[in-house]
């Protein structure tokens, strides 16, 4: 059975000055999908000067109609016309009648391969897959692409001087049979020499240790960009292009290929801005800077400020990668300072926390850290002073398409941390979180964001926790329609004391109105409690709108509780950084 069914018919209609032949509509017919494609190709390329119904037009139709079929394998078709003449203002109608024969079919494929591609399992494995069924109607496309095929590996397995000795098309009209004929010869495949980096303020030794592969493995076109990757990756460069030199690597009788890393390194200093606005905590700033690099070791610091009427935070940071696997190995130290004065709660804490971390090229990050805090609160009429030495560790992933508002994507967080009086900690106890985002967007204007929030401390002076450590739910990121960081339980005169379980839910549907704005409906639901078998969901829901700027995603939302017979607030909040 052809693969091209005869159904349908198409209209083509050819204007000139002529009287005769003014409007004159060609109609084809026999002919649908590809085939009909090809032929209207080849129908608008004629001149509107050889419009006419005599036997000439005819045969210009024809011979278009024939080159759009051949390169399908329908070399032998038929095409009869009629012509109708009406009375106007009805047109007058050429009709081509396309009737499209037997079909050329592929009998035979010769493929002679030369040089290394003669034992590579990758060639076999290629033409194997795209070696054309048996007897299947010939395609000029499908015999390009096949063609293309062969040189596309070489390029990208290092097979540079590969040469395409023959590559023949041939078809035996009256036999209706096609033959394809090729003698490719690969040449030998190189190998990677060595490195040479220009314009690095890094030292050698940890710039040859982002290097994936070692000298002598060979070429691959996938091995170049992951390193490409992995020095964009290390954030010290403005630009890093590796590009290999083959006029040295031709005239090396071990094919092997130097590669010369060109690098500019990265400005020194950068910043970044961010801020929001909430009904409940007002307006909030954020700003961070950073030096990409501080010495040849590519050591970095970082710091950033986050403001707002309730809650103060200025932190800093210092990475150390580790020459052994600078990408994705490192220590990292940080301290900082946060003063909290928000509902039933005031607070000030000093932090100093040490890192060993792994970056893994699948995305997961692990982390395992020794924390040291002091903090002085007062958490509904209670005081305390707590100094706290936990290690704990930690599993995270983010994944995304799209840019800063991306179309996929999804970011998971695990951690635990353990406190002990056995090394002179002043409170017992455990600390498990999960927090996970997923985003997804279905025929390009339906998007959907999924969060999720789990939370456990387990310890037996809940009193002497701070309350960085404790659970509370509500505000923007938690429970929309809520205030921040209201949902809590309660002592007996009515103030919040936080809670020792947490676990926060919101579904959002975001519609692209137009452009770079998207619509928003949200719920979002969840409880902070002590004691799970006594929970009272808080369900809060409201709609929004989203910005894709071109500094990042900004979010204007309104939301609501519902069904709380306590709460009947409308909250505002407007937010700028990314969901994930």
């Known amino acids: ?149 062969l040189t596309n590996l070489a390029v990208k397995k290092g097979y540079f001087d590969a040469i395409m000795k023959k590559s023949e098309l041939g078809v035996a009209k009256a036999l209706h049979e096609s033959i394809w004929d090729f003698d490719f010869d690969s040449g030998q495949r190189y190998r990677f020499g060595s490195v040479t980096f220009h314009g690095s303020q890094i030292r050698q030794t940890y710039l040859d240790n982002l290097i994936p592969f070692q000298q002598g493995e060979y070429y ?110 490192y220590f990292q130290l940080q301290t900082g300072y946060k003063r909290k004065d928000i509902n039933d709660t005031i607070s000030d804490t000093a932090t100093l926390n040490l890192s060993r971390n792994w970056d893994r090229f699948t995305g997961w990050q692990y982390s395992v850290n020794l924390r040291w805090s002091l903090s002085h609160f007062t958490q509904a009429n209670i005081t305390n002073t707590t100094m706290l030495l936990y290690p704990g560790a930690s599993l995270s992933r983010i994944r995304q398409r799209g840019g800063t508002m991306p179309y996929w994507g999804d970011s998971q967080r695990y951690s635990i941390d353990i406190s002990d009086t056995t090394w002179h900690s002043n409170v017992d106890f455990f600390v498990l979180q999960a927090h996970h985002v997923w985003v997804r967007t279905y025929r390009e204007n339906h998007r959907f964001v999924v969060r999720a929030d789990l939370g456990w401390i387990e310890t037996n002076e809940f009193d002497k926790v701070p309350p960085d450590l404790r659970f509370f739910a509500g505000g923007d990121r938690s429970i929309r329609g809520y205030k921040y960081q209201k949902i809590s339980p309660t002592d007996n005169k009515g103030k919040l004391v936080g809670a020792s379980k947490l676990a926060v839910g919101s579904l959002e549907y975001q519609y692209n109105i137009y452009g770079n704005w998207w619509s928003a409906l949200f719920v979002d639901s969840g409880e902070a409690v002590d004691d799970i078998r006594k929970s009272d969901f808080k369900t809060g829901a409201g709609i929004g709108v989203r910005w894709a700027s071109p500094v990042g995603p900004i979010k204007f939302d309104l939301a609501t509780p519902i069904g709380d017979p306590d709460s009947h607030n409308i909250e505002f909040y407007i937010g700028l950084g990314a969901e994930l």
Do not use: C
């Open 1 to 149: 059975m052809s693969r091209y069914p005869l159904i349908g018919a198409f209209l083509v209609s050819i204007v000139t000055p002529s009287a005769y032949s003014a409007n004159l509509r060609l109609k084809v017919e026999g002919l649908s999908g590809e085939l009909e494609k090809n032929a209207r190709v080849q129908l608008s390329n004629i001149s509107t000067d050889e419009v006419s119904p005599d036997g000439r037009f005819r045969a210009r139709v024809e011979k278009a109609i024939r080159q759009g079929l051949r390169p399908l394998g329908y070399y032998d078709p038929t095409v009869t016309f009629t012509y109708q003449e009406n009375t106007p203002p009805a047109r007058p109608v050429l009709t081509a009648k396309v009737t499209l024969g037997e079909p050329v079919r592929v009998v035979k494929v010769n493929v002679d391969l030369e040089g290394g591609a003669k034992t590579d399992k990758d060639y076999a494995t290629l033409i194997k897959k795209n070696m054309p069924k048996e007897k299947a109607i010939l395609n000029h496309g499908e015999y390009e692409n096949f063609k293309s095929s």
């Open 220 to 329: 691959t076109s996938e091995q170049l960009a992951e390193f490409n990757r992995r020095l964009a990756d290390t954030g010290w460069f403005n630009s890093a292009v590796v590009v290999p030199d083959f006029k040295i690597g031709r005239e090396s009788q071990d094919k092997l290929l130097p590669l010369n890393a060109s690098l500019v390194p990265r400005s020194a200093n950068y910043v970044e801005l961010g801020g929001g606005y909430a009904t409940d905590v007002g307006p909030r700033v954020q700003a961070k800077w950073k030096k990409p690099w501080l010495n040849s070791r590519g050591h970095s610091l970082s710091t950033s400020l986050n403001l707002s009427a309730r809650e103060q935070l200025i932190d800093a940071s210092y990475k150390m990668p580790l020459k052994v696997n600078p990408l994705e190995e």
